[in-house]
């Protein structure tokens, strides 16, 4: 907004300018409704057609925003700009747009009572069992707030997943799961197994493992891409915490009951109960709201007022910071250092930092790397950012310098290069012996001979567990469920293929035994097992449901081959890379 207003400043005292633009508007006029000749009247197609017609923009910003939304909360992390990216996104935003006219022209809609329900039967926004309106604000603030996504909107793409889910639950309605392929399942299950196998490990190959003092800088000089050091800028950053303004922040009583009464929703929730039993029928099921009296929820709601006032207040004050850095009608502006200064405010350096890393000491989220990373150095009235606010108050930024992506030499990641190098020769030898304990494995099996005794010219142990998958969480043996996993297609006698282990390590196991599953456990599995692969197909059933619509409607994308390009230079307003520390916002089944 400062830049906006200093640009318009500018710009009101062009009269070149306000003349060109007056021509223009005349032209526009004049020509309004003239069909020129060689001209055509059919729509463009927008972003592109269905059913022969053009999608409107808004129908295809809200999908495409929808779909955003849905892939960062699933994966609980931002959407990255990447040409892949954009092109999925691109997809399922069609696929969207085709589920949700299917679902309207079948009249399938969400009532406001079941966004609210699904809300708040979301076991992150519960305590003791009950909807908490405070957890679910936090998440709206901070969660949904970092995203650039406000309540409403949220809401709205809840309304537009309940949606989904019915037209989705119809659909799957219809598959059908053949006796013979849930027998399969059951017997990969349920079938009880004795594997004789062997643990190739690491350890047990590192010793042999040389690396030449060439090896580092042939493995950097080949796989340049891994060592590339990405754009890093180094800015300067003034803050505005709210706690310096909660001291003076009051609450009038009206506030609080009004915000009660405004936001009744967030303190009600939807219970079940039996109503009075007719005769000899059986009670009936009746829904009813029950809303917390004001008395238990008036303190929580105080807070979180003073703490919305003293964020605007800490915001209202970096907008002040910022109006004094834009340059007036005489082209005079204070300087960063000179409105810190006259404010007695701190000035922190922060950075280096890439764009999708997270800057330590700033809870703004991926809006501070995007506010960094979009300044300009050349450019006065672009050196700095707008406000941005945080979780606890509000930041303004100014980019001192800007690192180029760049290749670096090979001394500056010798040390990294030469872990890498030595780590793939390990692997390779790793790789190399299990293989030969796979090949001598398979030889003793068409001689005969026994699993110890193909082991020992190769110096290991021979092994042997029994188990199923269904006993797998009794078992104290680490290797079972993925030994299970790398066995299940073979059968009695046969060797399996190369199995990776969570460790690092590789199993070659021989299935010495197989025996079917009895009918008492077979009867058993059967309901969980038909679910599990009635989910999976049901997935692979809706995919070509939505490549049926898109067909049936003669879908055309007119932008496709230039999603990619397009969204690689866009930037990403929902979250950043995952990390171990990452996970789903909202779980997948969370409607």
């Known amino acids: 907004m400062a830049m906006l207003i200093s640009k318009f400043h500018r ?11 007056l021509v223009i508007i005349v032209i526009s006029f004049v020509g309004w409704g003239v069909k020129w000749p060689g001209c055509s009247a059919q729509p463009t197609g927008g972003e592109g057609l269905l059913d022969g017609k053009p999608v409107p923009p808004e129908e295809f910003q809200q999908a495409y925003n929808n779909s955003r939304l849905g892939f960062a909360l699933m994966t609980g992390r931002s959407v990255v700009a990447t040409p892949a990216v954009a092109k999925d996104l691109r997809q399922a935003t069609w696929r ?9 022209g079948l009249g399938l809609i969400a009532s406001d009572i079941e966004v609210m329900a699904a809300i708040q039967q979301q076991p992150m926004f519960q305590a003791d069992g009950r909807f908490n309106a405070a957890q679910y604000d936090a998440f709206v603030q901070s969660v949904l707030g970092n995203l650039g996504v406000t309540e409403p909107f949220f809401e709205e793409y809840l309304r537009e997943e309940l949606v989904l889910q019915k037209l989705r639950g119809a659909v799957s309605q219809t598959l059908l799961v053949p006796p013979s392929d849930l027998q399969r399942a059951l017997s990969a ?49 003034v803050e505005f915490p709210a706690s310096n303004y909660l001291a003076q922040v009051r609450v009038a009583e009206q506030e609080v009951t009004d915000y009660y009464n405004e936001h009744m929703d967030h303190y009600s929730r939807v219970v079940e109960t039996n109503a009075p039993a007719l005769g000899t029928n059986p009670p009936a099921r009746v829904s009813q709201t029950v809303t917390q009296p004001f008395d238990e ?95 606890a108050g509000s ?46 494995a398979l030889q003793a099996a068409v001689g005969g001979a026994a699993w110890a005794q193909a082991l020992q010219p190769l110096g290991l142990t021979a092994q042997t567990v029994t188990g199923a998958f269904v006993s797998v969480g009794a078992s104290t043996n680490a290797y079972l469920e993925t030994m299970l996993q790398g066995a299940v297609m073979y059968n009695a006698g046969e060797v399996s ?10 199993l070659v196991a021989r299935v010495a035994q197989r025996q079917p599953c009895d009918a008492a456990t077979l009867s058993t599995l059967a309901p969980e097992i038909t679910a599990n692969l009635v989910r999976q197909r049901s997935r692979a059933l809706l995919a070509a449901y939505e490549d049926y619509l898109l067909q049936q409607a003669h879908f055309r994308d007119r932008h496709a081959s230039a999603a990619g390009a397009a969204e690689e230079g866009a930037a990403s307003d929902l979250p950043e890379e995952a990390t171990p520390s990452r996970r789903p916002l909202l779980p997948a089944d969370a409607l």
Not at 96 to 104: D, G, K, N, S, T
Not at 396 to 420: G, H, M, Y
Not at 497 to 506: E, M
């Open 96 to 104: 969207r747009i085709a589920m949700l006219r299917q679902a309207h």
């Open 11 to 21: 710009l009101i005292q062009s009269r070149l300018l306000w003349g060109t633009f």
């Open 297 to 391: 929820v008036k303190s929580n709601i105080v807070e979180q007022l003073r703490l919305a006032a003293a964020r605007a207040q800490a915001a209202d004050a970096a907008a002040e910071f910022v109006t004094s850095l834009v340059k007036d009608r005489k082209g005079q502006a204070l300087t960063f250092t000179q409105a810190a200064a006259k404010g007695k405010l701190a000035i922190r350096k922060v950075g280096p930092f890439a764009q999708d890393e997270p800057v330590p000491g700033i809870d703004a989220g991926r809006a501070f790397q995007q506010a960094a990373f979009s300044r300009r150095e050349a450019v006065d009235d672009e050196r700095f950012s707008d406000p941005i606010p945080g979780r």
């Open 395 to 440: 930041y303004v930024l100014q980019i001192e310098q800007r690192l180029s992506a760049r290749v670096p030499a090979f001394e500056e990641v010798a040390a990294r290069a030469t872990d890498a190098a030595r780590a793939a020769a390990v692997r390779a030898a790793l790789e190399q012996k299990a293989r030969s304990v796979r090949a001598a």
């Open 189 to 237: 299950v349920g079938d009880q197994f004795i594997l004789e196998y062997a643990v190739v490990t690491p350890a047990s190959v590192t010793g042999a493992v040389q690396v030449a003092a060439a090896d580092p800088r042939a493995y950097f000089a080949s796989h340049t891409n891994d060592f590339v050091v990405p754009e890093k800028v180094i800015v300067q950053v």
């Open 497 to 506: 293929d190369l199995i990776s282990a969570d460790d690092g390590s590789l």
